[in-house]
């Protein structure tokens, strides 16, 4: 009997990693190869429309996430490191399209094979990452984002896989709290945006962490843009960095230096 075919995944690289942070998706790549997938990524995608979504804009966001259907919905999965575009896609696009039901049944298709990519590694492809050497020295605390957490229920999956690769996790007071960032939020609301990162930093340092990982680049960015004007030194990755052993890479924030 022959072997069956992998499954055709298509990585959803997200807006923040393809300006920000190549490497999470290159490494996101280099993840699902080795779980066993045939991965694409598609270049005709875009915007996921969640900004415009957020804000009230409806109209816009739309013919964004028609185009976004368009191009993923022939794959077998979608998947992205990202909990926040990973819940748009698959809780937010059947709202969206709730009263235009050709659209709303695309909608709910691809939303239902669309996971964030720690779930889908540990859930679906039930994957043991290789180990991840240069961090046995190292004092590791994860922050869990709120989309991720609260939207998808992903928790134990970035922890499963980091401790299949050899990383030990200190586990800092307030986790689950949002960092602050939360989109447009931190733009709206600043000085509440900025006590809560420093509420997060604190709550890391205090665990003595000297590293600070996530699944979200939106969390991680806001938290390592506070970190560095606040003085304090923490380093910032990206959940997929870790698990592909991407440390020789210059972490979050100190790519021009």
């Known amino acids: 009997m022959p072997a069956p075919s992998p499954p055709r995944v298509a990585l959803f690289v997200t807006c923040l990693a393809n300006v920000f942070r190549p490497t999470v998706a290159e490494s996101s790549v280099e993840l699902l190869r080795a779980a066993g997938c045939e991965v694409h990524v ?3 995608q875009s915007c996921c429309g969640q900004p415009g979504y ?3 804009a409806i109209a816009s966001a739309r ?3 028609q185009g976004l259907i368009r191009t993923f919905e022939d794959f077998d999965y979608l998947v992205a490191p990202s909990g926040s575009c990973a819940g748009m896609i698959r809780h937010h696009y059947p709202r969206l399209f709730a009263d235009d039901p050709p659209w709303r049944e695309r909608a709910q298709a691809l939303g239902d094979k669309t ?3 720690t779930a889908f590694l540990a859930d679906v492809m039930h994957f043991a990452p290789a180990p991840t050497r240069g961090t046995a020295a190292r004092t590791i605390t994860y922050h869990d984002s709120c989309a991720g957490l609260r939207e998808l229920g992903i928790r134990a999956q970035p922890r499963q896989l980091l401790a299949a690769a050899g990383v030990t996790l200190t586990e800092m007071q307030g986790t689950e709290v949002c960092c602050g960032f939360g989109g447009t939020f931190c ?3 600043p000085e509440i945006s900025v006590a809560m990162a420093d509420e997060k930093l604190g709550n ?3 665990a003595g962490a000297d590293m600070l990982v996530g699944g979200d680049l939106g969390c991680l960015l806001h938290l390592c843009g506070r970190a560095q004007a606040a003085g304090k030194s923490l380093e910032f990755r990206h959940v997929s960095e870790l698990l592909a052993g991407r440390l020789d890479r210059a972490a979050l924030g100190k790519e021009q230096t």
Do not use: D, Q, R
């Open 115 to 117: 996971f964030e990519l």
């Open 187 to 189: 733009a709206k609301l």
């Open 42 to 44: 598609p270049l005709g």
């Open 204 to 206: 890391a340092l205090a």
């Open 54 to 56: 957020n804000s009230g």
């Open 63 to 65: 013919p964004v996430a």
